[in-house]
C-alpha cells in the first residue's frame, strides 16, 4: 500500500481527485485512477487531476513552469481537456498555494488554459477556439436515431440538439450512445440538448470514459456553441445541468465557462499496489 494526498472537489457536482505530484513521482496508472474513482471502494469521482510541472510532461514542449493539469477519465483513460476540471484545478492550485495570483495559465493536453478567479467568487474558465462541424454527424440510443453536431473544444462531441417537445429527463443514459467511430475513433462525448428559451438550455451528457456526469464543462460549451451557430444569437448563455447551471460567454476567438468550484474535502487515501493482486496466487478451485 502507498499512502498518498489528496483533495477532493467538484464544479456543479462534475467531482475530482486531485493529486500534488510537482515532479511526477507518483505512479499514476489506470489501475490506480480507477480505485480513486471507485464510488465503494475507493475515494469516488468522475476523474483524478493530478498538479505536475509541465518540465515532468514528455508530451509537452511549451513552458516548463507551468503548472500541467494532467486528466484523467475515471475508466483510467487520459483525456485532453475537462472544462469543470479546469475550474477546480484553478482553484485547488490557489488553495494550496502553489500560485501567487488569481488569473492563470494552465498547461493542457489541449494546449494552453486561462482561468481566473471572479470577484463573486465564480471560477472563469477560457476554453480556447470552439469548432463546430458544418457537416451532420449522428447518434442512436435507446433504438432511436438522432442527427448530431461534431463540436471541438479541445476535446470531440457529438451535439444532439432535441426537438421542443422532448423530455429530456426521460433519456436513459446508464447505457452509452452509439456514434459514427469514422467522426469520431477515439470515442466522443455525447450531449442531449433542450433549448428552453433564448439562449437557455438544459443538457445531459454521457461522458467518453466516464458515464453520465451531473455536469460536463466542455460539454456545456459545446452544446451553447452548437445552439449559438444554428439560432445566430450573440451574448452568453446559461445552461442547466443535473448539477446546477453555468454560464457561457462567446468572444471573438474564445469561450468561456462560469460557474462554481470548491475543494471539499483533504485527506491521505491508502492507494493498494496493484501487482499484489496480479501475483496473488490463483484461489484453489472448490472440490
Given amino acids: 500500500m502507498d499512502t498518498w494526498g489528496f483533495a477532493k472537489g467538484h464544479g456543479t457536482r462534475n467531482d475530482f481527485v486531485l493529486l500534488k505530484d510537482r515532479t511526477g ?17 475507493g475515494i469516488g469521482a468522475d476523474g483524478v487531476i493530478r498538479a505536475i ?19 484523467r477519465n475515471a475508466d483510467g483513460s487520459l483525456a485532453e481537456m475537462c472544462g469543470n476540471g479546469l475550474r477546480v484545478f484553478g482553484r485547488f492550485l490557489m488553495e494550496e498555494d ?27 474558465a477560457h476554453m480556447g477556439a470552439v469548432r463546430v462541424s458544418p457537416e451532420p454527424t449522428w447518434v442512436s440510443h435507446d433504438g432511436r436515431r438522432f442527427e448530431a453536431t461534431a463540436v471541438d473544444v479541445g476535446n470531440p462531441h457529438a451535439v444532439v440538439l432535441l426537438p421542443a417537445d422532448a423530455d429530456l429527463a426521460s433519456f436513459d443514459l446508464s447505457r452509452a450512445p452509439r456514434f459514427d467511430e ?24 454521457y461522458e467518453r470514459g466516464s458515464g453520465e456526469t ?13 445552439a449559438r451557430a444554428r439560432d445566430g444569437l450573440i451574448g452568453n448563455y446559461a445552461v442547466a445541468v443535473p448539477g446546477g447551471r453555468l454560464e457561457v460567454a462567446f468572444g471573438e476567438d474564445r469561450a468561456e465557462l462560469i460557474g462554481l468550484a470548491v475543494i471539499v474535502a483533504r485527506g491521505e487515501v491508502l492507494v ?16
Fill in 272 to 287: 493498494p499496489d496493484p501487482r499484489a493482486h496480479r501475483d496473488a496466487p490463483a484461489a484453489p478451485a472448490e472440490s
Fill in 25 to 41: 513521482s507518483v505512479a499514476l496508472g489506470p489501475e490506480q485512477v480507477r480505485f480513486l474513482c471507485d464510488r465503494h471502494g
Fill in 214 to 226: 451531473l455536469s460536463c464543462g466542455t460539454g456545456v460549451v459545446a452544446a451553447a456553441a452548437r
Fill in 53 to 71: 510541472k509541465a518540465a515532468h510532461v514528455p508530451e509537452w514542449d511549451g513552458d516548463p513552469d507551468l503548472w500541467f493539469m494532467d486528466y
Fill in 182 to 205: 469514422g467522426v469520431f475513433p477515439e470515442g466522443v462525448n455525447v450531449e442531449f440538448v433542450h433549448v428552453d428559451g433564448e439562449r437557455d438550455l438544459s443538457v445531459r451528457v
Fill in 98 to 124: 502553489l500560485v501567487d495570483s488569481k488569473d492563470l495559465v494552465i498547461a493542457t493536453r489541449a494546449g494552453l488554459r486561462g482561468v481566473r478567479e471572479l470577484p463573486d467568487g465564480r471560477m472563469c
